[in-house]
């Protein structure tokens, strides 16, 4: 059988594949991507899906517009407005498949072989592969704590004039970076400078755990004129309320969006009706406040204490800045201790010990730093936390660099 040869610039993720080693009785996982099915508000969802069957069975149950369901988007524009973004219609956004669909539409409305894209480095896995799938070059852009090197940025804006620009701004995956402002609105002057779509991917942005992040770079490009015509926002309410439901949201300029909608309709002709009626009525309910302060407070607690594990159980081995909201925490294995600087090494020594993680290679477009390694907090209590990360430790001590 002969497969389509654009299939040959992608690979299985090495997340799913670190799975299928996950299936020992008792190990410990930091390695997913995914929220607390505990954290759930199973209660509020039920509510919202009866009442969407009571109230309006026909539309929650038939076919329906691509766009997404009018109510739903109606809601979602409130909630972005509520963010920051001041006077989002209904109509300037659409209902997708989960965020990663939105991915997806952007990459299929503009990218071509010749293209050249510019990411963080690192940046979210499923994006990269999503990307390649289509045929351009990916190239990563450096991180630190306050997100993406805007003057290296630049310097690749020049070089490489890139199709589009992806970024993930507001904790990011894995980096849990969080980009000052200063940098917001340079990179929104950036791309009305060189023409640039950028992407900005937002799936973390309301689980800070301190203080509110700066506002998003939609919300901020009113601030800079000519940025919103360049600017895709991506949302989803996945990490928040539940990745089940399958609802994200794509907010573009009016021409990108209208190839996007006719690109849906060749993927899945529209989101789940019943989804997008269950959503809409959870969001009108207004659970959605007591539901993030839930889901704050127990992330924020559990964040603490893996950076108090990791500093007592690995202590120089490992450096990591806390982060300040998201899902997870971003390490670099420093070798001080005089044990593995290999993620990779280190990953197959803990699943021995019981405890699995993410190396950080994958998360890299180009030039992987395979020292790094990628823990997610969301899933386990305190006191799991505190056992699995004892088991890497152990797991480090014992780990000497490979030669």
């Known amino acids: 059988m002969q497969f389509a040869q654009r299939l040959n610039k992608v690979e299985t993720s090495a997340i799913r594949e670190l799975f299928k080693l996950l299936g020992k009785p008792g190990i410990i996982s930091f390695a997913g991507g995914f929220p607390d099915s505990a954290m759930f508000d199973v209660e509020g969802i039920r509510v919202a899906s009866e009442q969407a069957l009571r109230d309006e069975p026909g539309a929650a149950l038939q076919y329906g517009a691509t766009e997404g369901y009018n109510p739903l988007r109606e809601q979602l524009a409130a909630f972005m407005q509520s963010k920051g973004v001041a006077g989002l219609r209904a109509d300037e956004l659409i209902v997708t498949t989960g965020s990663q669909q939105a991915l997806d539409l952007v990459g299929k409305t503009l990218l071509d072989p010749q293209d050249t894209v510019l990411v963080e480095s690192p940046t979210f896995l499923a994006t990269i ?3 390649r799938l289509y045929g351009p070059t990916v190239l990563g852009v450096p991180v630190d704590a306050e997100g993406v090197d805007v003057d290296a940025l630049e310097a690749m804006l020049k070089q490489h004039r890139p199709k589009l620009i992806y970024l993930v701004p507001t904790f990011g995956n894995p980096s849990g970076a969080l980009t000052s402002l200063q940098r917001r609105l340079r990179i929104l002057n950036l791309a009305v400078q060189y023409q640039t779509v950028v992407v900005e991917d937002d799936p973390y942005g309301d689980l800070y755990f301190a203080d509110a992040p700066p506002l998003s770079l939609l919300a901020l490009s009113a601030q800079v004129p000519g940025s919103r015509d360049w600017l895709v926002h991506c949302g989803s309410l996945s990490k928040v309320l539940s990745p089940g439901l399958r609802i994200g949201w794509m907010v573009a300029p009016p021409e990108l969006l209208a190839r996007a909608t006719m690109c849906k309709q060749f993927s899945d002709a529209h989101t789940s009706t019943f989804a997008q009626a269950t959503a809409a009525k959870y969001l009108q309910a207004d659970r959605m406040p007591a539901t993030l302060q839930n ?6 607690s559990r964040a603490r ?9 690995l202590g120089e081995g490992l450096s990591f800045h ?3 909201g998201g899902l997870f925490v971003w390490a670099q294995l420093t070798g001080q201790t005089g044990h593995t600087t290999d993620g990779r090494l280190l990953a197959q020594r803990a699943i021995d010990k019981g405890v699995a993680f993410v190396p950080g290679a994958p998360f890299f477009a180009n030039d992987p730093d395979n020292s790094t390694i990628r823990l997610s907090f969301a899933t386990a209590d305190e006191h799991k936390i505190a056992e699995g990360i004892e088991r890497l430790g152990a797991a480090l001590r014992e780990t000497r660099p490979s030669h």
């Open 129 to 131: 592969q999503c990307f």
């Open 295 to 300: 889901v704050r407070r127990v992330y924020a």
């Open 305 to 313: 204490a893996m950076a108090q594990a990791l500093h007592q159980h």
């Open 322 to 324: 806390a982060p300040q």
